[in-house]
């Protein structure tokens, strides 16, 4: 009569098999993830630069939003903290945000006035750039807030950034 069942050989080569796809599929779902996050918090930002400029021109008074490279500020008015005015919302961001816009490691200032319209042209883009995430950058110029997809290893300015 023949045995039935696998042998200790057999368990074990399956196992090990078992553990390096498990290993590998780790690595790529943190890849993934990271990615994820860093267009969630693009989008958050973008949202709220669009929200910014719609209030801006229906309360017809400037808004403000200050980027720093760990978190955005959103204010009610064209004064914001070095005035002593306090945020009307702070968001703190789990990616490092890049831009190429002026003062921008004592936050960049975005000003919308009341139409709507800001001279605060500048690019900010998740810190590194990867491959993970469909959008990873937001471009803003006088008239319109676009996002998009920064080009690999590419300094985060507009010309880098290709349009979604």
Do not use: H
């Not at 890849?31 to 719609?54: C, D, N």
């Not at 961001?93 to 003062?103: I, V």
């Not at 006035?113 to 998740?126: F, Q």
């Amino acid at each position: 009569m023949t045995a039935r069942g696998f042998s200790l050989v057999e368990m074990v080569v399956v196992v090990a098999i078992a553990s390096v796809l498990i290993g590998l599929a780790t690595l790529r779902f943190q890849r993934y993830l990271k990615g994820a996050r860093g267009e969630a918090e693009i989008s958050l930002l973008f949202s709220e630069l669009q929200r910014s400029r719609v209030q801006a021109i229906c309360q017809r008074r400037g808004t403000r939003v200050r980027v720093y490279p760990e978190r955005f500020e959103v204010y009610s008015s064209q004064c914001d903290g070095d005035s002593g005015v306090k945020p009307v919302r702070v968001f703190r961001l789990t990616n490092l945000l890049d831009s190429n816009a002026s003062g921008w490691s004592s936050g960049a200032v975005i000003d919308f006035k009341e139409t709507g319209v800001t001279d605060d042209w500048c690019s900010i883009c998740v810190d590194p750039a990867g491959d993970a995430g469909g959008v990873d950058s937001i471009v803003i110029a006088a008239t319109r807030i676009s996002v998009g997809k920064r080009d690999r290893g590419n300094d985060c300015d507009s010309e880098n950034i290709t349009i979604k």
